[in-house]
């Protein structure tokens, strides 16, 4: 059996990150979660550089993605990792509270694989999470990388 996959969240908001960790710990989830509080930080980590250039190879679950976030935005981190061979296979979920059609559009444009509006209850919001968790790391399969 394969060692747990990470979940990475990349979410500026500490309140956000704090509760989508809560939720997908509430699901029960064994898999690591990592948090990094923007675009920058993201492909650090899912390229290995930086600080996080010592990390354990292999690609996380799932980037769930905020898009809303300084020094580089969640568009141009999901473009980036779609144009990297090693990354464009990766699961990423955006996670907004972003209403605006041109986002929702670019994103799917940009090949995400699930746009998940944040609810504003904080209910909703934990249960949203808790399913996407358990799906993108638990349930669904992803294809191996050549």
């Not at 394969?2 to 990475?8: A, F, K, M, V, Y």
């Not at 979660?33 to 980590?45: K, N, P, Q, R, T």
Request: proline share 5%.
């Amino acid at each position: 059996m394969s060692p747990l996959r990470t979940i990475l969240i990349a979410e500026d908001s500490p309140a956000d990150a704090e509760m989508a960790i809560d939720a997908l710990r509430d699901a029960r989830l064994a898999n690591p979660i990592v948090h990094v509080e923007d675009g920058v930080e993201a492909l650090d980590f899912l390229m290995r550089r930086g600080v996080y250039a010592n990390r354990e190879e292999g690609l996380p679950a799932v980037l769930l993605l905020d898009i809303k976030m300084p020094r580089m935005d969640g568009l141009e981190v999901l473009q980036r990792i779609r144009a990297e061979d090693e990354l464009k296979r990766l699961p990423v979920v955006i996670l907004s509270s972003s209403r605006e059609e041109s986002d929702l559009a670019r994103s799917w444009d940009l090949g995400v694989n699930a746009y998940v509006v944040k609810p504003v209850d904080v209910d909703q919001f934990f249960n949203a999470v808790k399913t996407l968790g358990t799906f993108w790391a638990v349930i669904n399969q992803a294809p191996e990388l050549e």
